[in-house]
């Protein structure tokens, strides 16, 4: 009787037991109580469990546990944080709203940081661009700046002024993936780089991946940039608008059902060219972009949204020569839940760049145009399996056209119509990705991506008697290819892996392996990418560049989180990285294939930061010391050189300072190395009065250093508060102390700014270019 | 008249005339002197060749010159000696003209052989045909007359031309006013290739303005495929602008051989002359 007993009771303990395991899973959003925007990279603590996860990037957490009571901590930088008592005996879902800290009820912080998100983080090599401040930093022309931001950041370099390009450890202008909304923006500048596309108005989080790239990235060497913009209030109606000296901007959004759909709309000018207009001036410039976004959360399964974005910059010499250029871009998103571990996100993407070129002439008249078009679907998926474990994998395809150039004559005009052949690419990604706790202070991220680049037809290959005779090249025969048949498939597997191991709870050390592959290849000689360069695919003849990357690094922070170090080094080989031969012929050449050249390069470095992120001073210093040199046959004589992008040291300040309730002031510093230029030994005398330099050495000479300080002062009334329009004005000084930073150098024969010849016209001289000498500007905010 | 890429070159390159500039001392090391050599056989009178030393960077006045080269020009087997300043003009230092009888003509390969101090530099290029030049007129520019740069020079030059379609042709121009060189920036070659160029070439001004009773000159000379690369190099390296958007300087493609420095040119050459006269319009 005793054992029936016994066994009963046995047999109800182990199903007790077994209950007792049972897991469940707690999920939901978490948003910004002010505006119902989705609050990225929030962190849900759990404390009965020492652990939690971190929402995705659309707002989205899950944690699953066996039954019991537990203690959730939803916390994020600038907002309060926020206690649940749970008591997880079915599956949950909990939406939480987190309302701001008061004391900066003037502005959303929306910062994206957990507090020792750097220690904590597997994620290394990662910059997150804090919005808000940027906001109160000097900008020029009162248009903050995002990338004049992520210019200043560690083992970042500015391509200098009069472009928005940027250099990432040793990588070249076009290593780096731009998106917006997962949108590709192919050229990111406005008005010669004195604004960039991103208004940062609209924009909710910018996070820039140097190294231990995740798998969910690929298509570039170097960097990506993910912008993502805000989904519009969708609790009332706001209005932002900001006048300046140069360019005005308005940003309006709402709900259109309150807490189920809102829209955000913005647009920006500049209005120089009507001023110059009116003043008969000659040259004009100016730019616009619109941005528009819907969004819609159908029910707590599915949510819907719409992005687009329209820019555009035009140029006009005199009557007679005008360029325009410009982004256009699309984005349709469906968020999904499967279950509540199983979060979905599928993109249909459109994105097109194009130029043209306009020369008004009545013999030579033509206009000139070139684009560059693609298509993408994604499914990414994040898997929540356990709070020590989460996997995300997807399949993204990308249809590319390229359309490197036609002239169309004007009337009467010499020329002739002509157009290159397009190109056309199908880009698919497999990838599957692990984020793993293995212990208490060491968890991984490893991954996998794998890339398929098929270049497709409709077009023909030339096949040539030397393939890299650039002088006279000779065709032997032309294969042609149809619609969408394979011409070329590169299969590459891209892997990588993150371990972080925390040393102690202030402490930790990482190290990153990537291997990235970039099939998209700009068609660019010079150091900067004009806005009227070609993109062109990987081919017959150009094979995908690859760059693998390792990095280590240590994090450290002080006085309770307020100040926090990084150290990281890396070390980068380059593999069919794309340059041209000496004297290359780039624009409108039928023959291009044969200016191609392929080889190595390599990059390392050091990048020292040091940030502080509470208290009213704020800010971070950060130093690189880096080197990226290249070898290839046929440049410089197949001798290694110095790369363009190469700044053996860069050191950059940023610090903004709440001095009062009305007053802010911002102040930013960056120096950097000269940038390599090639200068001639000697120069010699040919033809009718022409001076040809000597050239024996690429790169062998570094213009002066770079270095510039910009100030801003923010002066926010004191009649705002409590006022439903909130006002402010920005006053800021670009170049503080107007340093003619060298924008290049060139030689010529010794004339004036007229062009008269000085002398005997024997003698040659070299003229250094600088952009811009200290540029005052204010700037008037409104929000409504 | 300009190549179509030259036009797209410099018309970004202009943009940056409105920004800031000023000169500056370049700390140059690593000369090492090489041979120019400037050579030009043509289908009409006008055969040279002229031997030069390159200079370090800051030099000034002419280069130096090669006096004492052995100069030979060889064509279908037969060697014509270039004899170094025959009249002992002092404006042809360096300058080697031919033998007399020597008359090159279309279709044939010249080769060149130049030997100073014991070295020899040798080039070799085809006598390419060139179509002719069918007419000039003269045509008053409205807008020049209002603010003429020189004054009284406000005639236009317009060129008339067929281009044949059936062949690859390369052409280089030259203008003359009363017998000088005419270019409207120092920097200015005028050179194309007839890859985007239509059949019908009509009312195409060259270069600069004209007064009246000047006389002007075009020439237009036929270039191997070699001798337009190695122009669009030169004007290329001329108006670089560092690198920044153009490509970075380099030495152009030429043909002369051991590490010589310039170009033998070898042409047929048309040429139309005009007196500019008031025709009343």
């Known amino acids: 009787m005793r054992k029936i007993i016994m066994l009963t009771l046995f047999l109800m303990g182990i199903t007790g037991l077994i209950n007792a395991q049972e897991k469940f899973t707690l999920n939901g959003y978490v948003k910004d109580a002010q505006n119902g925007e989705e609050l990225l990279n929030v962190t849900v603590y759990i404390d009965e469990i020492q652990n939690g996860v971190i929402s995705n990037s659309y707002g989205f957490y899950s944690i699953t546990l066996p039954a019991g009571q537990y203690t959730v901590h939803y916390s994020f930088i600038g907002f309060k944080k926020f206690t649940q008592k749970v008591d997880l005996n079915k599956d949950i879902e909990l939406n939480i709203s987190l309302d701001v800290e008061s004391s900066q009820l003037e502005e959303v912080v929306v910062t994206g940081e957990k507090e020792d998100k750097n220690i904590q983080s597997v994620q290394m090599s990662v910059n997150t661009i804090d919005i808000a401040q940027i906001k109160k930093l000097p900008s020029l022309f009162g248009e903050p700046g995002i990338i004049k931001t992520i210019q200043m950041m560690p083992g970042v370099i500015s391509a200098g002024e009069g472009t928005s390009s940027f250099f990432v450890r040793g990588g070249s202008a076009d290593q780096n993936l731009i998106l917006i909304d997962e949108a590709p923006v192919y050229d990111p500048s406005h008005l010669f780089g004195l604004f960039s596309v991103f208004n940062a108005d609209i924009i909710k989080d910018a996070e820039l991946y140097k190294g231990g790239i995740p798998a969910r990235y690929g298509g570039r060497l170097s960097s990506i940039l993910d912008v993502r913009t805000r989904d519009g209030n969708n609790k009332k109606f706001q209005g932002d608008a900001s006048i300046g000296l140069l360019a005005t901007g308005i940003a309006l959004e709402g709900p259109i059902k309150k807490d189920k759909s809102s829209y955000l709309f913005s647009a920006r000018r500049s209005y120089v060219d009507v001023f110059a207009r009116a003043a008969n001036q000659d040259n004009l410039v100016y730019f616009y972009d619109i941005n528009a976004k819907l969004n819609w959360r159908a029910n707590n399964k599915n949510r819907f949204f719409l992005s687009l974005y329209t820019g555009r910059d035009s140029f006009e010499i005199a009557d007679s020569f005008g360029f325009n250029w410009g982004n256009k871009t699309a984005t349709f998103r469906w968020n999904h839940l499967f279950n509540d571990k199983l979060f979905s996100n599928t993109s249909l993407i459109a994105s097109n760049f194009n130029y043209g070129l306009e020369l008004t002439d009545p013999a030579q008249g033509f206009l000139w145009d070139s684009s560059i078009e693609e298509f993408t679907f994604k499914e990414d998926l994040n898997y929540f399996l356990t709070p020590r474990f989460e996997l995300d994998f997807g399949y993204h395809l990308t249809y590319r056209r390229f359309a490197p150039g036609k002239i169309a004559p004007s009337d009467g005009s010499i020329f002739k119509e002509n157009e290159l052949q397009h190109e056309y690419a199908l880009d698919h990604a497999l990838y599957v990705g692990a984020k793993q706790q293995l212990s208490d202070k060491l968890s991984v991220t490893y991954g996998v991506r794998l890339s398929i680049f098929q270049n497709i037809g409709n077009s023909n290959v030339y096949l040539y008697e030397d393939p890299q005779d650039n002088i006279s090249p000779t065709r032997t025969d032309t294969l042609s290819f149809g619609s969408f048949e394979p011409i070329k498939t590169y299969v590459n597997i891209e892997p990588r892996a993150s371990v972080r191991y925390i040393v102690n709870p202030v402490t930790s050390i990482k190290l990153s392996y990537n291997r990235m592959i970039q099939n998209t290849h700009l068609i660019s000689s010079g150091t900067i990418p004009l806005p009227f360069n070609t993109w062109a695919p990987s081919s017959y003849y150009l094979k995908p560049q690859v760059a693998d990357q390792v990095a280590f690094g240590f994090f450290k922070n002080f006085k309770d989180n307020m100040y926090e170090l990084s150290a990281e080094t890396y070390y980068k080989t380059f593999e069919n990285v794309t340059d041209f031969a000496d004297n290359a012929q780039i624009f409108f050449n039928d023959d291009l294939s044969t200016e191609y050249r392929q080889g190595i390069s390599e990059a390392y470095g050091l990048e020292l930061m040091l940030k502080k992120n509470k208290g009213d001073l704020n800010g971070f210093v950060s130093y690189t010391i880096s080197r990226a040199d290249r070898t290839i046959e046929g440049v410089n004589l197949g001798r290694t050189f110095v790369a363009n992008h190469d700044r053996r040291h860069s050191f950059n300040v940023i610090a903004t300072y709440d001095y009062t309730d009305k007053w802010t002031f911002g102040g930013s510093f960056t120096y950097g190395t000269g940038k390599p230029t090639t200068i001639p030994s000697g120069s010699y005398q040919w033809g009718d009065g022409y001076i040809p330099d000597v050239i024996t050495e690429r790169n062998g000479y570094r213009l002066d250093a770079f270095h510039r300080m910009d100030l801003s002062a923010t002066l926010t009334p004191r009649k705002n508060k409590g006022r439903k329009w909130q006002s402010n004005w920005v006053f800021a000084l670009y170049n503080a102390y107007s340093r003619k930073n060298p924008f290049t150098l060139y030689t010529q024969v010794a004339q004036t700014d007229d062009g008269d010849i000085i002398g005997d016209g024997t003698v040659k001289e070299a003229k250094m270019i600088y952009l811009f000498p200290i540029l005052p500007s204010i700037t008037y905010n409104i929000k409504f | ?281």
Not at chain 2, 62 to 71: F, Q
Not at chain 2, 73 to 86: K, Q
Not at chain 2, 160 to 186: C, G, T, W
């Open chain 2, 1 to 281: 008249m300009k190549n179509f890429n030259t036009i797209l070159f410099l018309a970004f390159i202009g943009t940056f005339l409105m920004s800031c500039q000023e000169t500056v001392e370049l700390d140059i090391k690593d000369f090492e002197q090489q041979v120019v050599v400037e050579g030009l056989i043509t289908n009409s009178d006008l055969n040279f060749i002229k031997l030069s030393k390159s200079r370090e960077f800051y030099d000034s006045g002419a280069s130096e010159k090669v006096t004492n080269a052995t100069v030979v020009v060889t064509v279908n087997g037969e060697d014509n000696v270039f004899v170094h300043n025959p009249d002992a003009d002092p404006l042809l230092n360096g300058v080697y003209l031919p033998p007399a009888g020597f008359t090159p003509v279309i279709g044939n390969t010249y080769h060149l052989s130049a030997i100073v101090d014991g070295e020899e530099y040798e080039a070799e290029e085809i006598l390419l045909p060139v179509t002719t030049i069918d007419s000039l007129t003269v045509r008053l520019d409205e807008e020049e007359i209002q603010e003429p740069e020189v004054e009284g020079r406000f005639y236009e030059v317009l060129f008339y031309a067929q281009e044949p379609q059936d062949r690859i042709d390369h052409y280089l121009f030259k203008f003359y006013r009363n017998d000088s060189i005419v270019k409207d920036s120092n920097e200015d070659i005028y050179f194309s290739e007839d890859k985007f160029l239509g059949e019908e070439i009509d009312e195409l001004p060259i270069a600069s303005y004209y007064a009246i009773g000047d006389t002007v000159k075009v020439e237009m000379y036929s270039l191997t495929r070699e001798s337009y690369v190695y122009y669009a190099d030169i004007f290329n390296l001329i108006n670089s602008d560092g690198g920044m958007f153009s490509p970075p300087p380099a030495n152009p493609r030429n043909n002369i051989s051991n590490d010589g420095l310039g170009f033998f040119q070898v042409s047929a050459i048309d040429t139309e002359t005009i007196i500019v006269e008031d025709s009343g319009n």
